[in-house]
């Protein structure tokens, strides 16, 4: 009874480093989504995937990037971070058009 | 562009009592979807209620029931009976398209005992 499962749940970068979050639905849903939630913002869509081996950019998809090479698993990726991604990023999956989404718990990430 | 307003960034409730939260979108779409979701401390995105816009029936769920004000473009959420459990932040969200879902910056709701 897993859903939606975020990793890592927490962690610390320096400018220029670089890392990937990784979100796994076991749900069998074909669209995943990656959101940023910064304070007195909601949350804004970086880059989403509606099936298996396809990516498109969101609202604020600059300085990150995606994979979804398997239907399960949606990929999140900084090459090389900045102060300005310091944020907690959320993963969420739907199964068709319409119904809500599953959210993961969410990655909190600090950059230095 | 799609937007979504909330105008209430913090409301406080006496627990029992009732309180509205306010939503107000905006859309090019006429088939969408809105959403309540509940953000506890835990930071966990719980969905509340989900309202079709084709539907004139006003979604309910438990203690929670919508005013949806379709030629307004207003979404509400009703809590009936505060409980201190629903202590969180609120966010509406709209979802028209394929994948587009578009939140508001959230409402903070405070119960007190």
């Known amino acids: 009874n897993a859903g939606v499962t975020q990793t890592p749940k927490f962690r610390v970068l320096k400018t220029g480093q670089s890392m990937t979050l990784l979100c796994a639905q076991d749900m069998n849903h074909e669209y995943m989504y990656w959101y940023r939630q910064d304070p007195g913002m909601g949350l804004r869509l970086i880059h989403y995937s509606v099936g298996e081996g396809t990516t498109a950019k969101g609202e604020v998809p600059d300085g990150y990037n995606v994979s979804r090479l398997k239907k399960q698993n949606f990929l999140l990726g900084l090459e090389s971070a900045a102060p300005s991604q310091t944020s907690v990023y959320f993963c969420a999956s739907s199964h068709l058009r319409g119904q809500p989404q599953h959210f993961g718990d969410g990655t909190r990430l600090s950059i230095l | ?113």
């Not at chain 2, 209430?8 to 979701?37: G, H, K, N």
């Not at chain 2, 539907?55 to 004000?69: P, Y």
């Not at chain 2, 307004?72 to 709209?94: E, N, R, T």
Request: aromatic share 14%; net charge neutral; hydrophobic share 35%.
């Open chain 2, 1 to 113: 562009a799609q937007t979504v307003t909330q105008s209430q960034p913090e409301m406080s409730v006496q627990e029992a009592e009732t309180v509205t939260l306010s939503c107000t979108y905006d859309t090019s779409e006429s088939d969408y979807y809105l959403f309540w979701y509940k953000q506890p401390p835990s930071r966990q995105m719980i969905l509340v209620i989900r309202q079709e816009a084709y539907k004139q029936q006003n979604a309910t769920e438990n203690r929670f029931s919508v005013n949806f004000q379709k030629a307004a473009k207003s979404f509400s959420l009703k809590i009936s009976d505060s409980q201190l459990g629903d202590a969180a932040m609120y966010f509406c969200a709209c979802h028209s398209g394929t994948y587009k879902y578009i939140f508001g910056t959230g409402t903070r709701l405070k119960v007190l005992a």
